[in-house]
Every structure is written in structure tokens, then in C-alpha cells.
């Protein structure tokens, strides 16, 4: 019976590590022993005022900002975010969720959090990959945290992302009107948590966050799972 369930669950279950794709011992999820010790945790919810919040100062007010790991290129950081990404592997978004969340809790982070939104792929985007790779990080953090999910109060309108661009400055232009918010008495004076996979220059969380802001009374804080260094 164990080995027909255990069959079952290997199925669903990939048996490699999304860091380093050694195989998994029957104990391990997700993730093998060596790539869980070397995974490079920030630890940043110990501090107030870490590198992730100094990133969007003077940009977009957020109350609080963390990133759970630091993303460096080549790096199980990137493969882990790759195997979400690219392919279809959104049980290490759950698998995320949960770690982080735990220790979120424990430490009494985002306590006064009200709700907890991804932020959203433009519906062309969400046809072509067939998930949004932060939908199930987010819901897992916010089962540990106990905040409720949201996924439709607020959308993307514009898909900006493989578009090229001019510059710096037009692409931060682009973003501003690239996001919408849908359903404002959802969201109206609400500690919103928003959730993304990596923050490499912050331009689309200071996008959004600027366009939920405009909700009277809401507050924002950020937290992503990996940010680059
Ligand atoms: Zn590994």
C-alpha cells in the first residue's frame, strides 16, 4: 500500500533536487540536504530597515520589505526560480511558502497584514506559461501567516514584458500604466502584502505598490523569495 501511495506521489512529486538535480533521497522534498545547507537565506526579517526596503526609498512608500534567499546568477538560487518558472515545478513555490512563512510567524513578521496578492501576469502571459509562478508561494505564505489571498482584486492590464525598450526611464514609464486595480472595496484600507519571485531592479513591486497606494488608507509591504545581490 505505502509503495503504490509512494508510487502515486513520485509521479506529481519530481525526484530530483531544483537545486542541483541530484536525485532525492526517499526523505527529501524539493530540495537535497546539501542545496537546503546551502542555500543562501538572507535573514533580512531581523532587521527593519534591510537592503530590500533601502531599495525602494524615495520610489514608493513601503511599510516593510523582505526577500527570503539571495539570487546570484548561475547560482541553486537560480535554478530553483528556473524549475518554477519555466517549468511548471509550482510545488517549490508551496515549498517556499511554507518555510518561509514558518519562520515569518515565528519571528512575528507581518503581523498586521491584511491581505496578500501576487503580483499578476498579464492574461497572455498566464495563457502561455498556464500559472502565475508566484500564485503558489503567495497562498502558502499566506496560510502560514494567516492573511487572506487575493488573485483578482488587482491585475495586469499591459503586458510589458518582452517588450523592448528605449530606456530606463521608459520602461519605468510603461509600468506605471501597466497595472489595475479592480476591486477597490476589497482592498480599501487594507495592509496589503505584495509577492514576487525576484526583485532584480524593483520597478514592477514600485509600479504596483504606487497604483495600490492610490486606495485610500492602504498601507504596503513587499517580500519576495529571492532578490538579487
Ligand atoms: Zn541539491
Known amino acids: 500500500m505505502v509503495n503504490i501511495l509512494n508510487n502515486i506521489i513520485s509521479v506529481f512529486i519530481p525526484s530530483v533536487c531544483a537545486g542541483c538535480k541530484q536525485k532525492l533521497s526517499v526523505n527529501d522534498q524539493i530540495l537535497c540536504v546539501t542545496c537546503r545547507h546551502e542555500l543562501p537565506i538572507t535573514n533580512f526579517h531581523l532587521e527593519k530597515e534591510n537592503s530590500v526596503k533601502r531599495l525602494f526609498s524615495g520610489r514608493a512608500s513601503i511599510t516593510n520589505a523582505n526577500s527570503f534567499v539571495l539570487f546570484h546568477k548561475k547560482g541553486i538560487v537560480q535554478q530553483i526560480i528556473h524549475q518554477l518558472k519555466y517549468k511548471g515545478q509550482q510545488q517549490v513555490g508551496t515549498f517556499f511558502g511554507n ?131
Not at 137 to 152: C, H, M, N, P, Q
Not at 186 to 207: F, P, S
Open 99 to 229: 518555510w518561509y512563512g514558518t519562520i515569518l510567524r515565528e519571528d512575528g513578521v507581518f503581523k498586521d497584514v491584511d491581505v496578500i496578492i501576487p503580483v499578476p501576469l498579464h492574461k497572455k502571459r498566464l495563457k502561455q506559461r498556464g500559472y502565475n509562478q508566484v500564485t503558489t508561494f503567495s497562498r502558502a505564505l499566506g496560510e502560514k501567516l494567516d492573511i487572506v489571498f487575493d488573485e483578482t482584486s488587482f491585475k495586469r492590464t499591459k503586458n510589458t514584458s518582452r517588450q523592448v525598450f528605449r530606456s530606463r526611464g521608459d520602461r519605468w514609464q510603461r509600468l506605471q500604466n501597466a497595472f489595475a486595480v479592480i476591486d477597490e472595496k476589497n482592498l480599501k484600507g487594507k495592509h496589503i502584502l505584495l509577492v514576487d519571485d525576484v526583485i532584480t531592479t524593483g520597478a514592477t513591486l514600485e509600479a504596483c505598490a504606487n497604483i495600490l497606494l492610490k486606495i485610500p488608507g492602504t498601507t504596503i509591504s513587499i517580500v519576495t523569495l529571492a532578490v538579487t545581490e
